[in-house]
């Protein structure tokens, strides 16, 4: 019998959109309030697979991708999540942005073999953590790539999104060779 043991921590990955840059700015300054120095930022790309968001937030969406310097436990997502959640409303409650949502910041943590979603709606792909979240695995790490799901959003299929991720998981790898990423780095606060 297999005996449990503590995983490895994760990286985690916010990916924030918005169609004003100063609230993708902001955003990302009050992430790193949170949960310290971003590590790798993607390009932002034009947000265009889906106008799902566009009543709430407008047209135009850029999305980026922000991978941070220190792990989280493995266990941190639905805190993430929880955070995550009241940033958007608090930055939305200030009211620069003619926006009911000027931002939508979703979590995600990447371990070596697979990059997760934190989210509030149950399908019968996700598994429930706690306290409303659930976990979705988005993207599987396989022979050397990130292969997509049936249900994985289109786009966390594109090919910039993939290139970001192998460079995160590089950088996630070279965090755990290194052993500074263990009990060394804090967990998120909750």
């Given at each position: 019998?297999?005996?449990?043991?503590?995983?490895?921590?994760?990286l985690l990955i916010v990916a924030a959109f918005s169609r004003h840059d100063a609230?993708?700015?902001?955003?990302?300054?009050?992430?790193?309030?949170?949960?310290?120095?971003?590590?790798?930022?993607?390009?932002?790309?034009?947000?265009?697979?889906?106008?799902?968001?566009?009543?709430?937030?407008?047209?135009?969406?850029?999305?980026?991708?922000?991978?941070?310097?220190?792990?989280?436990?493995?266990?941190?997502?639905?805190?993430?999540?929880?955070?995550?959640?009241?940033?958007?409303?608090?930055?939305?409650?200030r009211g620069h942005f003619a926006e009911a949502r000027p931002i939508n910041l979703d979590p995600g943590v990447l371990t070596l073999g697979?990059?997760?979603?934190?989210?509030?709606?149950?399908?019968?792909?996700?598994?429930?953590?706690?306290?409303?979240?659930?976990?979705?695995?988005?993207?599987?790490?396989?022979?050397?790539?990130?292969?997509?799901?049936?249900?994985?959003?289109?786009?966390?299929?594109?090919?910039?999104?993939?290139?970001?991720?192998?460079?995160?998981?590089?950088?996630?790898?070279?965090?755990?060779?290194?052993?500074?990423?263990?009990?060394?780095?804090?967990?998120?606060?909750?």
């Amino acid at each position: 019998m297999a005996e449990p043991h503590t995983p490895d921590p994760v990286l985690l990955i916010v990916a924030a959109f918005s169609r004003h840059d100063a609230a993708l700015a902001r955003g990302r300054t009050e992430l790193e309030h949170l949960f310290g120095p971003v590590a790798l930022a993607a390009s932002p790309y034009a947000f265009t697979e889906t106008d799902y968001y566009e009543a709430a937030m407008g047209p135009g969406l850029l999305k980026q991708l922000l991978a941070f310097r220190d792990l989280v436990p493995a266990d941190a997502l639905p805190a993430v999540k929880l955070q995550t959640n009241a940033l958007e409303e608090k930055l939305a409650a200030r009211g620069h942005f003619a926006e009911a949502r000027p931002i939508n910041l979703d979590p995600g943590v990447l371990t070596l073999g697979k990059f997760m979603l934190a989210t509030t709606k149950d399908q019968g792909h996700r598994i429930y953590l706690r306290d409303g979240i659930f976990a979705e695995v988005t993207l599987r790490y396989q022979g050397g790539v990130f292969e997509p799901w049936p249900w994985t959003y289109a786009d966390y299929r594109r090919p910039e999104v993939h290139e970001f991720l192998q460079l995160a998981r590089s950088y996630y790898r070279e965090r755990l060779k290194s052993g500074r990423a263990p009990a060394n780095d804090p967990p998120p606060p909750r």
